[in-house]
Structures are given as C-alpha cells and as structure tokens.
C-alpha cells in the first residue's frame, strides 16, 4: 500500500493507494465518524458493485450504513441533482462536525464534494473513489463543482476531503472504456510534468490498463503523488501551477460541452483529445520539439482512447467550439491562458494566445479525415 500526503495548512490528508481497502474503511476512517449512522452517498454502479463491502467493513466497527444512490453519468452534476442531495443531508440531520462518505468516480465525488462545501456551510466528506480517473485525480485536491447549462464545472468550492481510500479492487469492475478513459489523465501528469513517467508509461500502459497489480499501484500512486505536490503548491489555482492539471481541458471541456456532457464522450475521452490538440497546437506556434505532439497522439492512441477530433462526427466549426471555452474558469479579463508544451514533461501556461488563431486551427483539425 502506498500513502501520499497532501500537504496544506490546517487540512492536510492521506491518499491511501492499494488492494482491499475497502475492506479496511471503518478502520481507516473510524476516528471521523462520530456517530453510529454514516451516511453514503453511492455511485448506483458502484453501490451494486462494492456496497456490500463497504457496508460489512463499517458494521464490524458497529457503524450503520445510511445509503443515497446517485444515478449515474455527467447528467447528476447539475442543479437538480445537488438539491436533492443537499435535502437528503439536512433530513439525516448531517452536523458540521460529521463526515459524508462519497463512493464512486468523479461524478459522485464532485457533487458530493459540492454539497459537503454547501451543507452548514461545510461538513466533512471521505473520498472512496471506485473508478480509475477518481482514484488518479477528481478525489485529490478538493476541486468539487455541478454543471450548468452554460458549461463544465461552472458552479462549485475548493473543499479538501478529509480522507482518500483508492481501493485498487474496485476497479475490476469497471467498464474497459471507463477505464482507458481514466487512463488518459495518468497520462496527463507525464505529459504536463514528468518525460520519464511518460516513457514508463509508453512500455506500461497496456499493463496499467489490463490492471497488471504492480503497474497499476505505480500508475495510480505516481499520479497521485504528482498531483498532490502541485496542490500543496497552488491549492486554489492561484499562481498559474495547478493551471498545468488543466492540460487538455480547455479543449477537452469545449468538446464535452458540444457534445451534450453525454456517453458520446467522456470526459477522460475529451482529455484525450485536448492533450493531443494542446499538443498540435503548440507545435504549430512553433514551440515544441519536433515530433513530439505525434508522439504524445501515438500514446494515446495506444491506450485505446481518440486522438482525432475529426472522428467524432461534429457539425459544428471551429468558432463553435473557442465559444464554449469562453467560459472557461481561467478566463482572466478577457484572456484565456492555455496549457501549451515546450516538449513532452514540460508544459507552461500561455497567456498570448488569439483565439481566432485557435478557431482557425480546430477547423483544420476538424475536417482531417
Ligand atoms: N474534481 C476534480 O479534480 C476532477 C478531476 C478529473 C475529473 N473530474 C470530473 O470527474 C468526472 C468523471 O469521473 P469518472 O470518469 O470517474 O466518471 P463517473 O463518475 O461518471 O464514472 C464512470 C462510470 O463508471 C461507473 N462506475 C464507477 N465505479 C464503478 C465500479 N467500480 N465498477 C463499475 N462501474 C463503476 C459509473 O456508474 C459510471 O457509469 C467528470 O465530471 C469530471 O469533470 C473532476
Ligand atoms: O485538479 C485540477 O486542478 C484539475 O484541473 C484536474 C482536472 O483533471 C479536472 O477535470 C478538473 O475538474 C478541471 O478543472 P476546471 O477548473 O477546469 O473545472
Ligand atoms: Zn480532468
């Protein structure tokens, strides 16, 4: 089992990483449960896979489960869906003092993460995260957020959970396409920091995906502990580093936003994507070695996930898509900053970037056949 601190002033936490720690939960998460009802807010999937393990972890240490399922998919990241649970909350009679446990993938976590900011003006929440992209990123560095019809992640809190628990486990029972969407944002920390664990990554992938126990554990404790400096560095995105954890996104987002945050790409498909047109992009101002954005296309692609933007059968143009980015939460006075790269392991925040000049590249990388 690996254990990374997230270190921050006041609110520091573990990330556990390993097999079978959900069997393990009461004892890791005993000393925030103060009473004898916890409530659970469950991923459906997840539950059904998972719950009973939860559950029976919990009642060796006399603690009962008080369950809420949560439909799955992007769609329960909305308005609706926070209300809901917020109400569920305040009828279990959840206090400050008391902690929510969130057990699922990034969907679950982001709005429990959301309601727990809200609740009382904030209660404690664990993260259980039971899908490879929780385990490797939405769980870590306390980003919680809801949908809004005018785009991604437009209305939420920084509020750091108090615990982690990635259950290797959990992930056999994950579809393959979740996982290898989980996958591109492993890949994301190589790309935007670390050459070397990208190269690990070009001869592993296959192992990590097909969940080979000793690539896994490195993959997820590695990202993991990536993430974990650049939010001890920059909590609340503030300085421009933990801008660089939004590689990929810009673009990515855009296309989840045209694509109705719906199955027809998910979001880790979308990182996918935007690395690899964050990429292109940046090769075409001439700023990164050469090859390197098909290099970082191939690995992508090796992972079974899309690296071709003209694939997914849009209609739209490329104005369309630099719209949606309009909203983006790193717009600042009127400029969006994008995560470029200098080379593979070395990405940087531009601030001079047109976006007519982006329109006009994304129709050309629209209409590739
Ligand atoms: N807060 C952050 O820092 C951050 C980081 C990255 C992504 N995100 C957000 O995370 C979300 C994507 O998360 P995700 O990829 O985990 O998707 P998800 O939560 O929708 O889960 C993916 C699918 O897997 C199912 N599932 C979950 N665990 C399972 C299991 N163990 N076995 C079988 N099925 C299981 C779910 O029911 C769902 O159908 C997006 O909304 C994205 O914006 C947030
Ligand atoms: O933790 C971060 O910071 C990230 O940017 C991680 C991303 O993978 C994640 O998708 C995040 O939710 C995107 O942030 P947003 O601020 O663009 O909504
Ligand atoms: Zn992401």
């Known amino acids: 089992m690996a254990m990374i601190p997230v270190e921050l002033a006041g609110r520091s936490y573990q990330v556990l990483v390993g097999h079978g720690l959900l069997d393990d ?12 009802r916890v409530p659970v807010v469950a991923d459906a999937n997840a539950w059904a896979a998972h719950g009973e393990r939860l559950a029976k972890s919990l009642a060796t240490e006399g603690f009962e489960i008080a369950p809420y399922l949560v439909e799955p998919g992007e769609g329960s990241k909305s308005w609706d869906s926070l209300a809901r649970l917020v109400d569920w909350l305040l009828e279990e009679g959840v206090e400050r003092g008391d902690h929510v446990l969130a057990l699922g993938g990034g969907v679950v976590g982001d709005l429990t993460g959301f309601a727990c900011a809200i609740l009382k003006r904030g209660c404690g929440f664990v993260q259980l995260p039971t899908t490879l992209l929780a385990q490797v990123d939405s769980s870590v560095g306390g980003k919680t957020a809801i ?22 486990d959990t992930l056999a029972t994950l579809p393959a396409r979740e996982l290898r969407a989980g996958y ?12 070397d664990f990208f190269e690990w990554l070009e001869g592993q992938g296959a192992a990590v995906v097909g969940l080979e126990s000793k690539p896994l554990e490195r993959a997820v404790a590695d990202s993991v502990a990536a993430k974990a400096r650049i939010v001890a560095e920059d909590e609340r995105e ?37 690395m690899v047109l964050a990429a292109r992009y940046s090769a075409r101002r001439d700023l990164t070695a050469d090859g390197a954005a098909e290099r970082v296309a191939r690995a992508v692609v090796a992972a079974g996930l899309p690296a071709e933007v003209s694939a997914l059968g849009l209609t739209c143009d490329g104005k369309a ?42 129709d050309g990388q629209l209409s590739i056949a």
């Open 25 to 36: 939960t009461a004892t890791h998460a005993r000393k925030f449960l103060r009473k004898a």
């Open 184 to 195: 591109a944002e492993v890949l994301k920390y190589g790309v935007l920091g670390d050459v």
């Open 321 to 362: 898509l630099v719209a949606h980015m309009l909203h983006d939460k790193k717009m600042d006075a009127g400029t969006l900053p994008f995560i470029l790269l200098r080379n593979i392991g070395e990405a940087f925040v531009a601030k001079d970037v047109a976006l007519d000049d982006v329109a006009e590249f994304l």
């Open 147 to 168: 949908n809004t019809a005018a785009g991604k992640n437009l209305v939420g809190a920084f509020h750091q959970p108090s615990l982690v628990l990635a259950d290797l």
């Open 238 to 274: 503030t300085t421009g580093t933990r801008a660089l954890l939004n590689l990929g996104h810009t673009f990515g987002h855009a296309l989840e936003a045209e694509t109705g945050f719906s199955d027809r790409l998910l979001h880790g498909e979308g990182v996918a994507l935007g």
